[in-house]
T-cell receptor, first 113, second 111 residues
């Protein structure tokens, strides 16, 4: 399996604190995406960063990408109770005529009010 | 409204009874995909399709079939379901290289 990995598996913080999640992957990529999932519902896209980008921002989200280390991090600043969810990274494994997506195992974030 | 629609949302069935989970998208996306989600394993790709009549295996294709006869539809077929296929299934679609839109999921239990 070419499963990505995320750490931590679970994270519990107080409202207002920052939350950082990390993702490692194994293959060369075109882009890396972060998704959010609430309680077994469908995933919602948060942010996409391309392999030639090192950092990207969207509102309270900041994503970094280090292709030499095959890793990415997602920072959520000033967290809110509504940020409580699972967060997944996904990479596209492109090559040899294939176009697969590989998801990490996810980080469960709990933000305490 | 742009959406990916899966049916059924919940299904309890028995081993060996063929079933189909439908997926339809209204965004004219070329790329469609099926995933299964199991505790501690994240999402794993079952099959994907890059366009009509073009399908390919993901990481866990065994025991599943798909077809892509129309751009909007991408059904997942379990010819002879087994208990190890009990899982939460998601369909997704996108333009190639763009973020995926996910359906609400199908919770499948095979007894």
């Amino acid at each position: 399996s070419q499963q990505g990995e995320e750490d931590p598996q679970a994270l519990s913080i107080q409202e207002g604190e920052n939350a950082t999640m990390n993702c490692s992957y194994k293959t060369s990529i075109n882009n890396l995406q972060w998704y959010r999932q609430n309680s077994g519902r469908g995933l919602v896209h948060l942010i996409l960063i391309r392999s030639n980008e090192r950092e990207k921002h969207s509102g309270r989200l900041r994503v970094t990408l280090d292709t030499s280390k095959k890793s990415s991090s997602l920072l959520i600043t000033a967290s809110r109770a509504a940020d409580t969810a699972s967060y997944f990274c996904a990479t596209d494994a492109v090559g040899g005529g294939t176009y697969k997506y590989i998801f990490g195992t996810g980080t469960r974030l709990k933000v305490l009010a | 409204e742009a959406q990916v629609t899966q049916n059924p949302r919940y299904l309890i069935t028995v081993t060996g009874k063929k079933l189909t989970v439908t997926c339809s998208q209204n965004m004219n996306h070329e790329y469609m995909s099926w995933y299964r989600q199991d505790p501690g394993l994240g999402l794993r790709q079952i099959y994907y399709s890059m366009n009509v009549e073009v399908t390919d295996k993901g990481d866990v294709p065994e025991g599943y079939k798909v077809s892509r006869k129309e751009k909007r539809n991408f059904p997942l077929i379990l010819e002879s379901p087994s208990p190890n296929q009990t899982s939460l299934y998601f369909c997704a679609s996108s333009y190639r290289g763009q973020p995926q839109h996910f359906g609400d999921g199908t919770r499948l239990s095979i007894l």
